[in-house]
């Protein structure tokens, strides 16, 4: 069975998108077979591993988006799969293992204009239809927006597992803390819509600091985050295993290289002078090891 994790905390700006792009690329680099789904409204996952010439036909047409799936006939989510996402110039696939369920702008309509049938909320369908295609796959990510609104709410009801990315900054424990609060009021709210083969709700099972600049001293903001993570265990709010990741991702200009390339950092030429060091690409082997482990 697939391991379903969201990637999400309620403050912006952690670097979110970067980590999942990236750690679903060395997951897949290790062999695994890896589903992204992208839920951000901002698109920056998809358009990311799309580029944005590919990106751009799916958002001017809406097929083929994660917000079709919820228009009753239209799609379904094994549909929308682009397998082996990213493509050379030539239409080669770069990383066998590594799809995509992309969204486009329109995903903002699930959470103003939408009108669905409230027996069925999209969380309902969405899962549903995942369930079609989790056997062929050993992680599904979900790139969540800082909120539980209803197109986080796809990925967490769905999910065995959330992942805080943070920086080590008081905004960051902030938005971890709001997370624990509104993720309670959410699985209250969704207990009659989960069956009993489903298991317990997904809670928190890690923090993972991210996005560390060069000199950074995180040893007060970490301790601080691990005081809440204490706290929270010790109420059973988050899980009983629940930990502060070893693997620590630091800030560099190779992630933002990547960006431009439209491709994940360990996919950058080995001839750049920061992949041949002990740099962020390693840091990103790490953390997809350490994830296996955390299984």
């Known amino acids: 069975m697939a391991r379903k994790i969201s990637f999400i905390n309620y403050k912006g ?30 698109s920056n996952a998809s358009i990311w591993l799309l580029k944005l010439d590919r990106w751009n036909k799916i958002n001017a047409s809406g097929e083929g988006a994660v917000y079709s799936i919820f228009d009753p006939g239209k799609a379904k989510i094994k549909d929308i799969i682009i397998k082996d996402v990213l493509e050379g110039k030539e239409g080669e696939k770069l990383l066998p293992g590594l799809d995509l369920v992309p969204t486009t702008f329109n995903l903002v309509d699930l959470e103003n204009e939408f009108t669905g049938d409230p027996k069925r909320p999209p969380y309902l369908v969405f899962y549903e239809q995942l369930a079609e295609v989790e056997a062929n796959y050993d992680f599904i990510l979900f ?70 600049k060069a000199g950074s001293d995180i040893e007060v903001p970490k301790m601080r985050m691990q005081l809440r993570l204490n706290q929270f265990r010790s109420a059973k709010r988050v899980a009983p295993t629940a930990k502060i990741f070893e693997t620590q991702i630091r800030d560099a200009m190779i992630v933002r290289r990547a960006v431009a390339l439209g491709l994940p950092v360990i996919l950058v030429s080995q001839e750049s002078a920061e992949a041949s060091q002990d740099s962020v690409i390693n840091d990103y082997r790490r953390l997809a090891s350490e994830i296996i482990r955390q299984g």
Not at 15 to 38: E, M
């Open 13 to 42: 700006g952690v670097g979110k998108t970067s980590l999942i792009v990236n750690t679903a690329a060395a997951l897949a680099k290790l062999g695994k077979r890896v589903l992204l789904c992208d839920f951000d409204t901002q």
């Open 143 to 212: 790139d969540c927006p800082p909120n539980i609104l209803r197109a986080s709410q796809c990925g967490v009801f769905s999910s065995n597992e959330i992942y805080v990315p943070a920086n080590p900054d008081a905004l960051s424990l902030i938005g971890f803390t709001l997370l624990v609060e509104k993720l309670g009021k959410f699985h209250q709210l969704t207990a009659s819509f989960r069956k009993a083969s489903m298991g317990v709700p997904a809670q928190v099972q890690g923090v993972i600091f991210n996005s560390i």
